[in-house]
């Protein structure tokens, strides 16, 4: 496969990238005493991308001969053709990678047997049920993507590369009365088992999900109002991913987003440091972990924020030329049908000096969050609402009573600006799901705990 890519590459183009795409995949639900869903499928092709003279065109197939791979690669070959002229020509900016690359699997999922997959389910999702009579629904969640790729480019990548995301989640709903309430916990990871429970065992997970669910049955409406908020890393990365990341996706600046018109001024707190990073020191497993982009580039950490100063976008090779930057490397495509498009990795703050009890405790009234609830929102200047899972007052640096029904909104420079502590502490957070932009990618967000304030919707 390898020698007839690297054959097809070196037809006259601009530029030419072949892709093979091999993927393995497992789903496991059980809900409420019953196995519902056990799917295992695999699909495999090779895209090709080519570009002539400022105009891309795309092709795949699941046919791998090699007279069909010649004429899927004529076929975007064509189609880049036919845009002759609509369009200038831009440099292009590469990092080639060559050789195999792996990513870290400690108990690889494909050595583990199907048995002890679905036992975990069952036992999970058993688990749930029996953790309180108020408990009336149960769910528990498995996947698995195990990816294998041949990345050939006419700009000198030539590498192969096995990548594997996984995901388990667990969802108890209890009730009391006419009042229904819920609860979760979810785990995700790039590699194998090990590296999937490294923040919370399995048997961990029912025990969180039914405690939240049970605890907000007695819980009181949410205020209203604007308040000082302490935010758990979890809601970190969603203001990170959600509300700042796809404002910096290069793209999404050339179409005008609220980014585009404030490179190099002050949008955040001077204790904001914001970064888009595909291998993570602090956290490698973490789910957004991307060795090599589909572009068959080399990924690099982008800096978005730097101590408040916004101080650059995300790239792939065509807008890392636009703009005359490094190519960050954030090209990603979600299988052999797919273009490669300019999606996140790891979006995170880092870490500062604060201890977390110490921003608690020096909090004199204000809200606890944590967690994404079940809507949200965010658009092109940055304006967002999301709803929230979890929530407390703190009352004289004292975390208290559960608070429902809460909502955030604002605009996220603005919150940023408002940031007044930001934890020593850390956590990816935000990897299990995936990120929807045309199509879906694995993603994770996360940082400390840090204190700004926020619009909170809730009762009056």
């Not at 393995?24 to 809900?31: C, D, G, N, P, T």
């Not at 201890?355 to 204000?366: D, F, M, Q, V």
Request: proline share 4%; with cysteine; hydrophobic share 40%.
């Amino acid at each position: 496969m390898r020698a007839i890519l690297l054959k097809i590459v070196e037809a006259k183009a601009t530029a030419v990238q072949a892709r093979y795409h091999r993927r393995r995949r497992l789903k496991i639900k059980a809900e409420n005493s019953r196995v519902t869903l056990l799917s295992a499928s695999e699909t495999a092709g090779v895209g090709f991308r080519v570009l002539q003279k400022g105009i891309w065109g795309f092709s795949s197939t699941s046919n791998t001969d090699v007279d069909e791979l010649k004429k899927t690669f004529e076929e975007a070959n064509q189609a880049a053709l036919s845009g002759n002229g609509l369009r200038q020509g831009f440099p292009l900016v590469v990092s080639p990678v060559k050789g195999v690359l792996q990513v870290k699997e400690t108990r690889p999922v494909t050595n583990i047997p199907l048995e002890e997959k679905v036992d975990l389910v069952r036992r999970s999702e058993e688990q749930i049920k029996n953790l309180s009579p108020k408990v009336v629904s149960s769910v528990a969640f498995y996947e698995e993507i195990v990816d294998e790729k041949i990345i050939v480019t006419s700009g000198g990548t030539n590498v192969s590369y096995r990548d594997v995301k996984t995901d388990f989640r667990v969802l108890a709903y209890a009730a009391e009365g006419s009042r229904l309430e819920s609860g979760q916990a979810s785990v995700s990871a790039t590699g194998g088992w090990g590296e999937l429970f490294r923040h919370n065992p399995a048997e961990m997970m029912p025990e969180l999900a039914v405690k939240s669910a049970v605890e907000k049955l007695q819980a009181e409406p949410a205020p209203a109002g604007l308040y000082q908020v302490v935010l758990h890393p979890s809601l970190v990365g969603i203001l990170a991913h959600e509300a700042i990341g796809h404002t910096v996706e290069a793209d999404f600046v050339l179409a005008g987003s609220i980014a585009s018109q404030n490179l190099n001024q002050k949008v955040a707190s001077e204790r904001i440091t914001l970064v888009d990073d595909p291998w993570p020191h602090l956290d490698p497993a973490a789910t957004g972990t991307l060795l090599v982009d589909d572009e068959g580039n080399s990924p690099m950490a982008a800096v978005i924020i730097n101590q408040g100063y916004l101080k650059g976008y995300l790239h792939d090779m065509e807008t890392a030329g636009i703009f005359q930057v490094a190519n960050t490397g954030n090209a990603r495509a979600f299988s052999y049908q797919d273009e490669p498009l300019i999606r996140m990795r790891n979006t995170y703050i880092q870490p500062g000096n604060d201890a977390p009890e110490e921003i608690i405790a020096s909090t004199a009234l204000g809200l606890y969050l944590k967690g994404l609830g079940q809507s949200g929102q965010a658009d092109a200047n940055a304006e967002f609402m999301f709803g929230v899972d979890e929530a407390w007052w703190i009352r004289k640096g004292r975390i208290g009573r559960r608070v429902v029904g809460v909502t955030i909104s604002g605009q996220a420079f603005q919150v940023l600006s408002s940031v007044d502590r930001v934890g020593s502490d850390f956590l990816l957070d935000s990897g299990a799901g995936y990120c929807g932009k045309h199509q879906p990618a694995k993603v994770d967000a996360g940082g400390p705990h840090l204190r700004c304030r926020l619009k909170i919707g809730g009762e009056l």
